[in-house]
Each structure stands twice: as structure tokens, then as C-alpha cells.
């Protein structure tokens, strides 16, 4: 007997003669074939010598996508890499390294470690050279063209100054 979409969940269900469901099968497909695609366009950059579209796409800063080669470059490489975060997500939740059992939640270790965590982000706290956002405002030198005014950075000029709103 098959059973329902929400409870095959193991590859036993698959070699039991089970059909898997239908949303993890187009997943598959789709992440896989745009894996395969991203792979092959990966490799050719590599072989040419040409890196501008693996420079395009680790760029933290996003372009408009058009028909170039480093634009759906980019493209394929971002849902590929969505593609193997929940591929990790679902084999974590449907197949996991050891058998489920009964959550237990220990209270003294969740403090202990949440007063851990916010003990070491202290730690990552640096001062920003005495000018806060809100507190000594006064102290940051505005300059007026055009009829609008803008704030500068320490260190900027007042000929690349852009409005601060």
C-alpha cells in the first residue's frame, strides 16, 4: 500500500517499491539541473581563463539580471547555493545522522549558554571613534550647496559630499 505524500519521509519507502513525493522529485530536478548547468558553466570560465562572471557573482552587491553571461552566471550560482541549503535542511530533517527521540531541554545549559553568547558579543563591541549616531551631533560638520544640506563622514571632502536623509 502507498502511502501518503506527508509520510514518506526515508529512502526505505523508496526501495520498498513506495513512490516518493512529487514535490521532492521536482525539487531534484529543478536544483539538480540548474546545479549540472551552473557546474559546466563553472568549469568552461575555469578552462578559458575568463573569471569575470565568478568575480560577478561573488560580488555582495547585486546588478540588474540581463542576457549576459556573468548575469545568469550569477543567477545559476545563487540558486544553486539554495539548492544545497535545502538539500542540507532536508536530509538533516528527513534522514538524520541519529534515530529521533524524546526532546528533553535542560534549562541550567540553555541559560548558561545564553548568557555565554551575549558574554562574547560584549567582546565584539568597538567604539566608532567618538562621534555616535544620535549623541554628538553637533560635533559632525554640514555643509550647504544647492539648498539642501549634508552631513560629512569624518575624513570626507565637501566636493564629494552627498545628501544624508
Known amino acids: 500500500p502507498a502511502l501518503p505524500w506527508y509520510q514518506m519521509h526515508s529512502s526505505?519507502?523508496?526501495?520498498?517499491g513506495r513512490v516518493p513525493a512529487t514535490s521532492s522529485v521536482?525539487?531534484?530536478?529543478l536544483?539538480?539541473?540548474v546545479g549540472a548547468?551552473?557546474?559546466?558553466?563553472?568549469?568552461r570560465c575555469r578552462v578559458a581563463g575568463d573569471v569575470r562572471a565568478i568575480s560577478a557573482a561573488s560580488n555582495p552587491r547585486a546588478s540588474p539580471l540581463t542576457f549576459s553571461y556573468a548575469s545568469v552566471y550569477t543567477l545559476f550560482h545563487h540558486i544553486t547555493v539554495f539548492g544545497a541549503i535545502l538539500?542540507?535542511?532536508?536530509?538533516?530533517?528527513y534522514h538524520p545522522p541519529h534515530p529521533h527521540s524524546e526532546k528533553s531541554y535542560d534549562r541550567d545549559q540553555f541559560f548558561f549558554l545564553t548568557f555565554l553568547l551575549i558574554f562574547a558579543a560584549c567582546f565584539t563591541v568597538h567604539k566608532n571613534?567618538?562621534?555616535?549616531?544620535?549623541?554628538?551631533k553637533n560635533k559632525v560638520?554640514?555643509?550647504?550647496?544647492?539648498?539642501?544640506?549634508?552631513?560629512?563622514?569624518?575624513?570626507?571632502?565637501?566636493?564629494n559630499a552627498r545628501p544624508f536623509f
Open 12 to 16: 526505505s519507502d523508496v526501495m520498498a
Open 26 to 29: 521536482a525539487a531534484a530536478i
Open 31 to 33: 536544483f539538480g539541473s
Open 37 to 43: 548547468a551552473f557546474a559546466g558553466m563553472h568549469f
Open 87 to 93: 538539500l542540507f535542511v532536508y536530509m538533516a530533517e
Open 129 to 136: 571613534g567618538g562621534v555616535t549616531f544620535l549623541k554628538d
Open 141 to 159: 560638520p554640514e555643509v550647504e550647496a544647492g539648498g539642501e544640506t549634508a552631513t560629512l563622514r569624518e575624513g570626507a571632502s565637501p566636493a
